[in-house]
């Protein structure tokens, strides 16, 4: 079966799927996404992914090209054309074509809309959950507005590409204190000598994951002890657990950081229960 993508009003070949060369996404990142999982062909957490797909375009001053229902009957429809049970959909908004030039493009330009989807091997995924995965740290060189979704992603690029040379499959980004900020494609997480999960609070040091929000609902409905604040990679070398959260992996266990074994080097209990809960609390559409 061949893929099909949406693109700028059109369901077209995969391979055909194209923008043009003057689309401000191309030539100066001037776009926002996000990626969705898919579960049993249905959306997870449509909702939450579309409300932030608003709050990164108002931030950006780029305006939304379609309703939200709209945006959801495509996305929908993406996900049917390409028969995707267990997988993502991608969905990218620029401030569309115009000739190059640094100034916002006149405001009658039509954002484009680019929405693509595909299977993931699930059982590969939960394969590396059960064997945790390693990160290493980088220093966070990213601009201050990490809070919205752009496509702006060099610094994450280097970063894992970085992770990869290292034999890791994350980077988390440190700030200039010391401090973990979040993965270069997740949220950063873990779980101390006593038991109490910590994570960054979402300000704008970090993206607010749609991911985080779910595991932040099981926290409060299974009373876990919780702490929103810092933590530093020293602790986080100490730490009991570490994990990560994000659409493609939901919770992923960390275990090793810089090469040190967190914990006893194996997956950790809290983040595999929530791992395992994750499902019951994510909302499915
Ligand atoms: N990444 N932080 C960063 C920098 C991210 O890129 C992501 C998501 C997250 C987690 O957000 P969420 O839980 O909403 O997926 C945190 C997506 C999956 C990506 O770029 O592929």
Known sequence: MSRISYVNGRYVAHRDAMVHVEDRGYQFADGVYEVCQVRGGRLVDEERHLQ?????????RIALPMTLAALGVVLRETIRRNRVRDGLVYLQVTRGVARRDFLFPAPET???????ARNIDEAKVDRSAGEGIAVVTVPDNRWERVDIKSVSLLPNVL???AARAAGAREAWFV???GFVTEGGSSNAWIVTRDGTLVTRSADFGILRGVTRGVVLSVIAAQNL?????QFSVEEAYGAR??????ASQT???VVAIDGRPVGNGA???????LRRDFPDYAKVG
Request: proline share 7%; net charge negative; with cysteine.
């Open 175 to 177: 700030d200039k204190d």
């Open 241 to 246: 657990e570490a994990f990560v959260t994000s």
């Open 251 to 253: 919770v992923m266990p």
């Open 159 to 161: 970063a894992k590409e």
């Open 267 to 273: 997956p950790g209990l809290v983040a595999t229960a």
């Open 110 to 116: 039509r954002p484009s809309v680019v929405v693509s």
């Open 52 to 60: 932030r797909l608003v709050r990164s375009l108002c931030e950006l």
């Open 225 to 229: 002890a919780f702490e929103e604040r």
